[in-house]
């Protein structure tokens, strides 16, 4: 070849160059121009993953500043670290597969600044001109607000999955300037309607669109295209075999570069099983509510710290409080006034609705009085459980007893009644014995000694010694007048209790003076000083039986002063408890602990040569108690002196006759 020819054909091959070049500039920026237009983010990348050309919205939805950043980066170092094992391996699938096929996955996707995005990738192998060079288009849409709403709907149609096994969504995409949708296949099977035989249109949907829900969703659909507003709305298709079904549709305008409305993309989701379960829960809970506020236990429910969450009307009229201070307090709160049976304070770790709370178990039958605002007391009986629900705590359900425990306390107080009269009678039984017994003695001895000397007196007079038969009668007429004044003594204790004057109120000295002026010859003769106390004390009862009294006890206290040499008796009053307590005190010869439980029996006397019959106590006693009092001895031995105590209704100390009402 001649150096010309070299140089032609040198020449030559440099403008084929250039005019591929120039071609391979405007295919690029043909290429280039395309991808800013789309309004998804799309990289291009060699076999090895090196990015060599990518659109804006690439560049915006991976967070970086420039294109300049992120050509010539792998593309990898654009997913997650945990998602690039599985990128590069569908990658290298790619780019095995037949040009033109187009791969779709879902990754998550890394931004610059670190944070995570899901995205669903559209890859397909392309050559390039005009070298034939293997490159991956990939394209990426941002799906995390679809996930998102994948993951709630998720939640809150768990039941509703397992029940049909899947859930069935559709895609559907709507270009305003041929208004003809395209549907997915799941589209098709969601309208009941055979792709094969039918043509995605705005009229097809329109015919199996219910009436009634049409202008829902045609006014979603043209507000997006008109306005760009995303919509999520529910609407009823009316399917070729006559059945209706609940439709959810999410539509999102997707716009150009230039902010103009391409097309509306979005999804279709059969929801009529979670519709029957929603109208299926509105009527199981309208019908909770219904039983829940007509149900005649207070139920109160509380979540998991105690906090009382909700109550029926009956727990609130049973606590006697509102429903807003029933939702502002705990389980546990001080404002509760709860005793327990026994009257005393209950405190809360003892409720059994945070027995249940604390234990996790069932506590039953804990019955409690509440104390309302007035000091009204409501008793309740509750039951408290847990509530194996999240967020809930314990149901505590308490029914008003209040009217059971007043009989329960009726019944309680008529069997203490018949215990008392029981007592009483075993008492008065135990009397009647002793009485018996007592007379039976008394009455033998002077019988015996008749009886023993009727046979002297018959001896006597056979044998006519006068002297022994008037000693005989002598002991027989003793013996006999013994009788008569036994006698005479056992009518006068009869006689009380049956033969009752009309009770009177008197003051203790008026009392205590008539007592010692019936007494005063032998006060007088032993030289016993007597103190009365000046309290003033009023008594209620029989004068005349109130007199017998004093006078009994200080004769009995002046009968054994023995040796005394300065004797003395007092008189007074003093306060045990809420009863007034009155006494008779003597320094007399006292009385030894162990006789001292028989000195109210009948006929009983301490000295047997002492005069009188030993009737004087039992006929004190006897008074005492017709007055609704008891009486007691006490003394600490002989030599110590002696002082009997007793109380009689209706005594009042520092009140006068004229303060009585």
Known sequence: MTAKKKTDHDDSAERLRKRAEEALRKSESMYQALMETSPDAI????????????????????????????????????????????????????????????????????????????GELYGKLILSSPDQRPLMLNVVRDITERKQVAEVLAKSETLLREAQGAAHLGHWELEPSIMTPAWSEEIFRIFGLDPEESEPSFEAHQKITHPDDWGILNNAVTTSIVEGIPFDIE????????????????GYPRKDGEGVIKSVFGTAQDITGRKLMEQALR???????????????????????????????????????????????????????????????????????TRALRESRLIENVEMGIIKDKGEITWI????????????????????????????????????????KAKELQEKNDEMTRFTNAVSHDLRSPLVTIQTFQGHLEKDIRSQDAARVEKDLGYIRNAADQMGRLLDELRRFLRIGRIVKPS?????????????????????????RVQVTEEPVGLYGDRTRLVEVFMNLVENAVKFMGDEPAPRVEIGAEQAGD????????????????????????FHKLDPDSEGEGIGLALVKRIVELHGGRIRVESEGPGKGTTFRFTLAETRRGVGREERT
């Open 43 to 118: 990289a291009l990348s060699d076999q090895k993953g090196i990015l060599i050309m990518v659109n804006q919205q690439m560049v915006q939805l991976h967070g970086y500043e420039s294109k300049e950043e992120l050509i010539g980066k792998c593309a990898f170092e654009l997913f997650a670290p945990e998602e690039r094992q599985r990128a590069a391996d569908n990658m290298a699938g790619g780019m095995a597969a037949e040009p033109g096929k187009v791969g779709k996955f879902e990754f998550i996707f890394q931004k610059k600044d670190g944070m995570r995005f899901w």
């Open 283 to 353: 009527v199981s809970l309208e019908k909770y509510r219904v039983v829940f506020e007509s149900f005649p236990l207070g139920i109160t429910i509380s979540d998991k710290s105690g906090k009382i969450i909700e109550g029926n009307r009956q727990s609130e009229q049973l606590l006697g409080i509102t429903p807003e201070e029933h939702a502002q307090r705990r389980i546990d709160s001080q404002e509760w006034q709860i005793i327990r049976k026994d009257g005393t304070p209950m405190p809360a770790d003892e409720y059994a609705s």
């Open 381 to 420: 009986s509750v039951t408290a459980a847990p509530i194996p629900l999240e967020d809930y705590g314990v149901a505590i359900a308490y029914g008003d007893i209040t009217e059971r425990k007043r009989a329960e306390s009726q019944r309680e107080a008529a069997l203490e009644e018949v215990r008392l």
């Open 579 to 602: 009863e007034t307590v009155l006494f008779v005190r003597d320094n007399g010869i006292g009385i030894d602990p162990q006789v001292q439980p028989l000195v109210f029996d009948l």
């Open 235 to 250: 609407f009823r298709i009316m399917r070729p075999d006559k059945t209706i079904r609940w439709i959810q549709a999410i």
């Open 504 to 528: 009177e109120d008197a003051p203790l000295q008026a009392i205590v003076k008539e007592a010692l002026n019936l007494v005063a010859g032998r006060i007088t003769a032993r030289g016993v």
